[in-house]
Nanobody, 123 residues
Framework: QVQLVESGGGLVQAGGSLRLSCAVS????????MGWFRQAPGKEREFVIG????????RYADFVKGRFTISRDNAKNTVYLQMNSLKPEDTAVYYC????????????????WGQGAQVTVSS
């Protein structure tokens, strides 16, 4: 059973930074493309950023361009989301997810999900 566990969420002021981690167990981490999604209250879960399973190429939503980066450490079975220049509208629960495709930007392509980490950005 593949399990994903996020950590690193919390409260930060606007303009600040946070780094989320997602530890993966129960599968071969390097076989999975990884992604981060987020869901704000009353809104649909949306794609934030993703990274491919081998080369480490990335895809990201326009709203995080230049602010968020994703990286992975295949030796530690962990993917990271570095969030800089945070805005109040970034407040959401952030979910880590794994896909058995190379890389994906759609929710339906992801087969394993973490439980979510709350990120709150105060103005």
């Amino acid at each position: 059973q593949v399990q994903l566990v996020e950590s690193g969420g919390g409260l930060v002021q606007a303009g600040g930074s946070l780094r989320l981690s997602c530890a993966v167990s129960g599968g071969t981490f390097s076989n999975y493309g990884m992604g981060w999604f987020r869901q704000a209250p009353g809104k649909e879960r949306e794609f934030v950023i993703g990274i491919s399973r081998i080369i480490g190429s990335t895809r990201y939503a326009d709203f995080v361009k230049g602010r968020f980066t994703i990286s992975r450490d295949n030796a530690k079975n962990t993917v990271y989301l570095q969030m800089n220049s945070l805005k109040p509208e970034d407040t959401a629960v952030y979910y880590c997810a794994a896909t058995n495709t190379v890389i994906a930007t759609t929710r339906g392509a992801y087969i394993y999900w973490g439980q979510g980490a709350q990120v709150t950005v105060s103005s």
